[in-house]
Every structure is written in structure tokens, then in C-alpha cells.
Nanobody
Framework: VQLQASGGGLVQAGGSLRLSCAASGRIYSINKMGWYRQTSGNQRELVATIIGSGLPNYADSVKGRFTISRGSAKNTVYLQMNGLKPEDTANYYC?????????????WGQGTHVTVSS
């Protein structure tokens, strides 16, 4: 499974960006797709996920500002980020979890960088 993320960039505080992630390869039944972020010296943290039923989950720090959604083919996930803050600056990673022969497997994209200037 390959995950191709795009959409990062530089934006001023209060601005918006939209991240996209497309999954390809041996995709079976996707349990969950989502976005995580990481800054230098810190652990990767949850931003938002969406499970197979379409139910989203958000980190408290982004609730009301970020919206996760899926494409019609369900192998693409988007993250609409509004009201960006300097503390949102990070590398954003796309993640996919699916069942493969009775085991849950997790895949990561290469990351896309978001910089929010004050």
C-alpha cells in the first residue's frame, strides 16, 4: 500500500489549507484513515481520523477548525484546515489501517509540511 500526501505549504495565521492523501496498491477493507502530525523532537500525534462507517474523530486542539472527509472511492482522505495557528506547524502524515489476512496493518505516507506564520 502506498499513500501519497499533498497540499502542505506556507500560510499565514488564520488561513486555510487542504491536505489530500490517496491510497493505492493492495487495498482491502479499510478500517481507518487519518492524519497525524509531528514536530522536531516530539512524538507523532493524532490530528483526525475517519473510520469505515464515516465517523470522524478529532484531537481537541483542532476541533471546530479542521474537517476530515473521504473521497467517493473511500481510498482518498482530505483534511480541510481552517483558522490555522502557528502551533499547527508540523509535518503531517497520512495513515491507513486495514485488515490483511486477519491482522491489522498500518501504513504511513511520506509526510507533507505545513508552516503557519504569525
Amino acid at each position: 500500500v502506498q499513500l501519497q500526501a499533498s497540499g502542505g505549504g506556507l500560510v499565514q495565521a488564520g488561513g486555510s489549507l487542504r491536505l489530500s492523501c490517496a491510497a493505492s496498491g493492495r487495498i482491502y477493507s479499510i478500517n481507518k484513515m487519518g492524519w497525524y502530525r509531528q514536530t522536531s523532537g516530539n512524538q507523532r500525534e493524532l490530528v483526525a481520523t475517519i473510520i469505515g462507517s464515516g465517523l470522524p474523530n478529532y484531537a481537541d486542539s483542532v476541533k471546530g477548525r479542521f474537517t476530515i472527509s473521504r473521497g467517493s472511492a473511500k481510498n482518498t482522505v482530505y483534511l480541510q484546515m481552517n483558522g490555522l495557528k502557528p502551533e499547527d506547524t508540523a509535518n503531517y502524515y497520512c495513515n491507513l489501517e486495514q485488515d490483511e489476512y486477519g491482522r491489522s496493518r498500518s501504513y504511513w505516507g511520506q509526510g507533507t509540511h505545513v508552516t503557519v506564520s504569525s
